[in-house]
């Protein structure tokens, strides 16, 4: 078995060598692209159903590599948790995110919420709290325009989650479900974790017009937060049809294609700066 084995790799060896590589240069590319000043943050508007009026962006962090371009985060976010470069990296798109946000509003920008990604790792690193506070005092932006994202990780240390997730509550921070719905997420966390919003994930609002199961889920879930006094953000809202059945159901935020995608801050600048 042991030699037939060996077979086995010689014949895909080159092909997995490849890939190896691939991954590899990709891994020595990324410990160095925090030196080399090499992530940008898009960010994506989130609109009040209500009102029309923009509330608040996510930061959506890409990679602007030297020779391969613009790379989304599918691409490597998985790469950094593995190498445990994304406590990093987070930490970087805490600080950008949040000082551009400063930034805009001592530029006059009516002020709004930041919404970043929070990763595993980050959440469950012992110094996020420090972190956090030191954040507030360097970028002297309010807690009340902050907001993160956290996803169903809060499952594997659930007691720590729940004393972190109260303690960044006391700082200020407002707290999202990020993409509720899917994975391990549960209705537990609705009942015990301190959180303000729930996003519900596109693949259920990209099918509510299709699908009747989607439609009822949805549905449920925002008389579900409502009832729980959160608020409840749609994600990938992409047609005017969807809007109005997330409106007409009472959904309170709204981001997606159908209003923008994640821009630039240059753009982001042109549009809602010069509005003002
Ligand atoms: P997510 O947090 O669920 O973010 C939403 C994703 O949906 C984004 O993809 C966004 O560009 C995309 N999107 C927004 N509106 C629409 C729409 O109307 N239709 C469709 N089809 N897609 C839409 P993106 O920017 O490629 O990010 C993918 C994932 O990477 C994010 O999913 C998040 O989990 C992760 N990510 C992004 N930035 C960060 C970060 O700074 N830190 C960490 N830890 N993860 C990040
Ligand atoms: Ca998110
Ligand atoms: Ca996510
Ligand atoms: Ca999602």
Not at 46 to 54: A, E, F, M, S, V
Not at 115 to 143: G, H, K, W
Request: charged share 25%; proline share 3%.
């Amino acid at each position: 078995a042991k030699s037939e084995g060996k077979n086995r790799y010689v014949v895909h060896s080159s092909e997995l060598l490849n890939v190896m590589m691939d991954e590899y240069m990709l891994e020595v590319d990324l410990r160095r692209a925090l030196d080399n000043d090499e992530f940008v943050l898009h960010y994506q508007p989130q609109i009040n159903n209500n009102t029309g009026k923009l509330v608040g962006f996510e930061a959506l962090i890409r990679w602007q590599h030297p020779t391969l371009g613009l790379i989304p985060p599918g691409k490597f976010i998985k790469l950094a948790e593995e190498n445990g470069l994304i406590t990093q990296i987070g930490e970087w798109v805490i600080n950008e995110a949040c000082s551009q946000n400063k930034k805009w509003q001592d530029a006059g920008m009516t002020p709004v919420k930041m919404s970043v990604n929070l990763s595993t790792q980050q959440f469950l690193t012992r110094d996020l709290l420090a972190f956090m506070e030191d954040m507030l005092e360097r970028t002297a932006i309010d807690p009340a325009y902050v907001v993160v994202e956290i996803t169903e990780y809060m499952a594997m240390e659930y007691e720590y989650s729940i004393q972190v997730l109260e303690q960044l509550k006391a700082l200020g921070i407002g707290i999202s479900i990020d993409d509720f719905g899917t994975g391990y997420s549960s209705l537990n966390y609705l009942k015990n974790f301190p959180i303000d919003y729930i996003k519900i994930d596109k693949s259920f609002v990209s099918e509510i017009m299709n699908n009747e199961k989607d439609a009822i889920i949805v549905n449920a879930i925002i008389t579900l937060a409502h009832n729980l006094r959160k608020e409840v953000i749609a994600e990938g809202v992409e047609t005017q049809e969807q809007l109005d059945f997330l409106k007409s159901h009472h959904c309170d935020i709204s981001q997606g294609y159908y209003f923008s995608k994640p821009l630039p801050a240059d753009e982001i600048e042109k549009i809602y700066l010069e509005q003002h």
